[in-house]
């Protein structure tokens, strides 16, 4: 599942790497954004020179100054606010199912005879397929889109758990027994450590699958969030509140990948493959 | 140090028979190893090394037969019994400190581990790497840092199942040498499994051949230490080792 050996062998000290010189490390930090700022500037002259037409795809300063009103009326915080909680919730309460049952499923080969092939077989079903599912279980309301981006986060979170716990090195954990460690211990030092990889690129993997089903959940029905914004918007024909939309979206996508990585960077520092460069 | 007399255990096997399903591993196995010894098992790969040592370090049971340490069965000892592998097996999550007090049984303060743990560094002579990751030393550095490991609970046996298999030939005479200057300093009961004949003449009191399941040769090295490696008394015993293991390979 992952690309990590935890059993890696570098001979070369992370910590020895020559540090790059100060502007270098600057360049490397927005260079990245050096990309989509042409294709805006892109975006923004062809308007202007009349290749792109309004009527297709509103200007970037359009849809700036947009968002601008929109943030003063205080709208654009309530539907940003509210579609980050319904993520957030969703995630936490599919995140730490999928996670408690990757565990359990990992430690204990019964519970893996028992609920594996289940899950298994349940996870093959698109997730959207659901949808008409969820409405008549739990109504065309915040419990349907709470359950479809539940059930959307536990699978990538539930399988990487449990292969990560099951593919930490043996000999690690016979080396934890021959020195007398706890079954507790065991998994506090050994299992849990040498899963975190895995469980991380599961985590990573949900939040992107988070944003998809949160957006068709909150354009099917809903009375607020970015995706009803958007249904709204596209109603009375408002180009620039649709693109405003797609782009908060993309943008808090990448901010959930950044605080993921930062994370991972902290908790996987003892790994080469994640040291900061 | 210490007096060995008082520190390294007393290892008995008798009657010890391992099998897994038809397959006869170990079959009738009596041996005394004495407190403070240095015993020496060679043998060709699968008769069973590694499969002797999981049975007196009580991670596994004999189908037959009795392991005593001391008296005692092996698992019973809290620390007292440590397994050293081929590989360092070092928790690559942990800094150097913190997998050397893996070796320490639990509880204690949180100093007294650090104090315990920073000794045991001290003695494999690793300075300054106590909060390096595993991933930044070298494989003898690492070995090393497996050694402390073992060395850090005070144990009375020490089991090596080939712990220097994995290094280059000049970094296993070094720790060759640190293995000999920790059992003097330590005084515990030393088995060392190992496919290098000389290693083993080099090192312990007395070696066995171990074949089809059974100690098929016995010699005692009854040299004093420092051994010098071109000794023709060593290079005889060697010889007659070796022999040993080949002659029943051929029948
Ligand atoms: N857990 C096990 N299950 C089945 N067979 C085993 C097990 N452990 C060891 N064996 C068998 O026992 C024999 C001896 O293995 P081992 O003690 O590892 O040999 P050595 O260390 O001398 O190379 C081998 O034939 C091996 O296949
Ligand atoms: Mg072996």
Redesign the pocket.
Known sequence: MTAVDPNFRVDTPPAGRPRMPRWRVRLSTWLPFLLPALILLGWEAGSHLGLISTQILPRPSAVLTKAWGLLLSGELLTHLGVSALRALTGLAIGGSLGFALGLANGLSERSAILTDTTVQMIRNIPILALIPLAIIWFGVGEVSRLFLVAISVFFPIYINTYHGVRNVDPQLIEMGRAYGMSRRTLFRRVSFPGALPSIFVGLRYALGLMWFVLVVAETLAAKAGLGYMAMQAREFMMLDVVVLSILLYALLGKLADMITRALEVRALAWNPAYARH | MLDTSQTGAEVRLSGVEKT?GT?T?LSRLDLTIRSGEFLSIV?K???????LLRLLTGLDQPTRGEVTVDGHAPADQRGEVRLMFQEPRLLPWASVIDNVAVGLPEGGTLANRRAQAEAALAEVQLPGKAQDWPASLSGGQRQRVALARALVSRPRLLALDEPLGALDALTRLVMQDLILQVKRDDGFTAIL?THDVAEAVALSDRVIVLDAGRVAKEVVIDLPHPRSKGHPRLAALEAEILDAIFAKGRD
Not at chain 2, 45 to 51: D, I, Y
């Open positions: 897994f397959n591993v043998g790969s699968g008769c069973g090394k590694s499969t499994v």
